[in-house]
T-cell receptor, first 111, second 115 residues
């Protein structure tokens, strides 16, 4: 059975800090790993990763995948209060379009 | 494009009532899915569809039915609502294709309470 585990479950940081969110997975026939940000409404897409070692970057957010060790990290540098959200990791395995989600990491950035 | 739309936004049901949550997308996406989100549990897949006329069960299908008569619409039916079905429901859609590493687009969600 496909499984995604995220850590930590929650964390509180101060503005300007750098955070690293973790996602480990077990999935049959791995296709892709996706990161979403959720702020009290629908999840919004951040990154999709398919290849090991290639960093995806968008502004202060970046993510990388390790297909050998079966994990991904999401980094946020110079955090802002607007980064406060639940960050969800999901994997797409055997069936295209069928995502398995982790429980999410709740990030709170204090000013 | 309206993207993925869901109705209603909020709903309160009594135990045993039935209802249909509506989902529509105007992006010509082949894949559509229904998820439920409960505190501390992320999103769990209820049912999904890889195209019109084709549906399959996800992780938590019991108590729910779906159909996909058109590419655009993917309604979710609760046949006899139970308090355990109190949750936030999200519909999502995505493209298909051989290299279908595509992201899923989510609707705004329906908050359902079953008393």
């Amino acid at each position: 059975e496909d499984k995604v585990v995220q850590s930590p479950l929650s964390l509180v940081v101060h503005e300007g800090d750098t955070v690293t969110l973790n996602c480990s997975y077990e999935v049959t026939n791995f296709r892709s790993l996706l990161w979403y940000k959720q702020e009290k409404k629908a999840p919004t897409f951040l990154f999709m990763l398919t290849s090991s070692g290639i960093e995806k970057k968008s502004g202060r957010l970046s993510s990388i995948l390790d297909k050998k060790e079966l994990f991904s990290i999401l980094n946020i540098t110079a955090t802002q209060t607007g980064d406060s959200a639940v960050y969800l990791c999901a994997v797409n395995g055997r069936t295209r379009g069928k995502l398995v989600f982790g429980a999410g990491t709740i990030l709170r950035v204090k000013s | 494009n309206a993207g993925v739309t869901q109705t209603p936004k909020f709903q309160v049901l009594k135990t045993g009532q039935s209802m249909t949550l509506q989902c529509a997308q105007d992006m010509n996406h082949e894949y559509m899915s229904w998820y439920r989100q409960d505190p501390g549990m992320g999103l769990r897949l209820i049912h999904y569809s890889v195209g019109a006329g084709i549906t399959d069960q996800g992780e938590v299908p019991n108590g729910y039915n779906v159909s996909r008569s058109t590419t655009e619409d993917f309604p979710l039916r609760l046949l006899s609502a139970a308090p355990s079905q109190t949750s936030v429901y999200f519909c999502a859609s995505s493209l298909a294709g051989y290299s279908s590493y595509n992201e899923q687009f989510f609707g705004p969600g329906t908050r359902l309470t079953v008393l």
